[in-house]
């Protein structure tokens, strides 16, 4: 059998030439998946590259032991979002039991089923009624409750929903605002990793690119403009979506990005500090704040970036 360094590489490759028709077929699908080139390409280069495999791997005791079935409930928010936990599973030595998410079903099969056309003998199944050892589930807060209840009897990593945001100190240049509309447009906003909430000098003026958008989000933006210019609410529109000056609260409505003003910057770390457990990552050249990555990386995470800062790897070997 491969190692898991041969089989995850060889799907990287692989993944280079993922056929047009298979995300013509995901986007049927899900009509929200408008950037699947950019899922695919962020999984390529971060997580199936050799070298950065073999390094994250290098970092755990991964010993012969009698495979423990781990069930994976994954989310459909973002092209292959439940992959990553479906990798650790397989790293770990474990058996991943997979319920794939209505939304992401296709590009999700294909990529199992390019796995197990690379190593035969790997064990990926679906969700039965078989005996589960563990399970990884991913969703919203009312899921993230249910899934606590229906699996308190057997180790469970549970996530809910989280938010990202950015933090500009007034010296960003055109091409780091060009990098930053990457972080907030891509995945429709809809992903954990999305920027939604912009922390922003007084007066400095926060410049965003919108990129082609799908017509699901073109009328989220049609809907939510009407109705907060019928209620007077001040909105600036960029041509696709509208910067709302608010509080330090994230936007109730996909098209909308909210602008929080600052003018002390400990203010805002500070305010990061009690919201920790809500973040997923801070966009930022601020190298002092916490979760921190650089603009047009928010969509691009590290194999050592783990969801809600829980190292998964160590919760599947010490099952």
Known sequence: MKSVIEIFSELGTRLKTIPDCVIERAIEQNSWFSHIPTAIDALCSEFLDKEKITKWLSKYTIREHEPKRVAIIMAGNIPAVGFFDLMC?????????????SKDRVLMEYIVNTLQKIEPQLSIEQMSNFPID????????????????????????????????????????????????KDVFTHCSLGCRSVSLIFAP?????????????????????ATSALMTMTGKKFTDIGGALLVESSAEFPRNLS????????????????????????????SAEKSLPLRVDFGKAQYPELTDYADDVDIMNFLLTL
Request: hydrophobic residues 40%; proline residues 4%.
């Open 89 to 101: 599973v397989i790293a770990s030595g474990n058996i991943p039991v997979v319920k794939y998410s």
């Open 256 to 283: 909308c990005i909210n602008i929080c003003r600052y003018n002390d910057i400990n203010q805002v770390k500070e305010w990061i500090n009690t919201h920790r457990d809500t973040l997923q990552c801070v966009v």
């Open 134 to 181: 563990a399970v990884i589930a991913t969703g919203s807060d009312a899921a993230a409750l249910h899934f606590k209840a229906a699996f308190g009897d057997i180790p469970a990593l549970i996530r809910a929903s989280r938010h990202s945001i950015a933090v500009l100190t007034g010296t960003e240049s055109e091409k780091e605002f060009t990098e930053l509309s």
């Open 202 to 222: 007084a007066d400095f003026e926060v410049k965003l690119t919108l990129p082609n958008m799908p017509q699901c989000y073109k009328n989220n933006y049609i």
